[in-house]
Structures are given as C-alpha cells and as structure tokens.
C-alpha cells in the first residue's frame, strides 16, 4: 500500500504559477513511477504528466508542456508538480498516482491515488 496526500492547490490569477507537492508513505516511494492526473469539472479525469522512478525521464499531455514541470526526491518521498504561466483552463482538481504497469497515459495504469488538491485560475 501507498498513502498519497497532494498539498499546493489554491487561486492564482492566469500567468500565475503554483507549486504542487505529493508526499508519500507506505511502501517504498522509489519503487513506483509516478504521474499527475487532473480532473474539472463536468469532465473526465486526464493525464497531466509522469515520472520515472529514478526521475531521468518525463512525458507531458501537448496542454502543458513547456509550462508544467515534473519532479521528484526518493530521499523526501515526495513528487512535485511545478506549473507556470497558468491558465483558466488548467482549473481542476489535481491528483497523484503512482503507476503499477500499462501506458502511462491512462489512468487505470495506476493503483494508488491521494484525494486530490484544487487548483483554479481566474482570468
């Protein structure tokens, strides 16, 4: 078992930025690839961006690359998420997940999810 708990949602203007942290506990931390998934309202969950274990390799959705940043650090047991140049349609509950097998892209790949933390961005 995996406990994840994401912190580092709020409001930000559009062009803002926001720094979104997903700490975990449980099993070992380094041993699961991770991702970040958002949620808005009305619409279906989708893939955000992902990580390997080591944190050598990333991959990003087309909507938030060059602006998004995926990381982590094995010793803190923490993934981060660092997002820039905001905008109204990044509003979403954002989630942390860490992967099990299967394309990275989908959500059923993983097997350990945190409750989510809210990130709006006014216009």
């Known amino acids: 078992q995996v406990q994840l708990v994401e912190s580092g949602g709020g409001l930000v203007q559009a062009g803002g930025s926001l720094r979104l942290s997903c700490a975990a506990s449980?099993?070992?931390?380094?041993?699961?690839?991770m991702g970040w998934f958002r949620q808005a309202s009305g619409k279906e969950r989708e893939f955000v961006a992902h990580i390997t274990r080591t944190g050598q390799a990333s991959f990003y959705a087309d909507s938030v690359k060059g602006r998004f940043t995926i990381s982590r650090d094995n010793a803190k047991n923490t993934m981060y998420l660092q997002m820039n140049n905001l905008k109204p349609d990044d509003t979403a509950v954002y989630y942390c997940?860490?992967?099990?097998?299967?394309?990275?892209?989908?959500?059923?790949?993983?097997?350990?999810w945190g409750q989510g933390t809210q990130v709006t961005v006014s216009s």
């Open positions: 449980g099993r070992t931390f380094s041993d699961y690839p």
């Open positions: 997940a860490a992967h099990r097998s299967g394309n990275y892209y989908y959500s059923s790949s993983y097997d350990y």
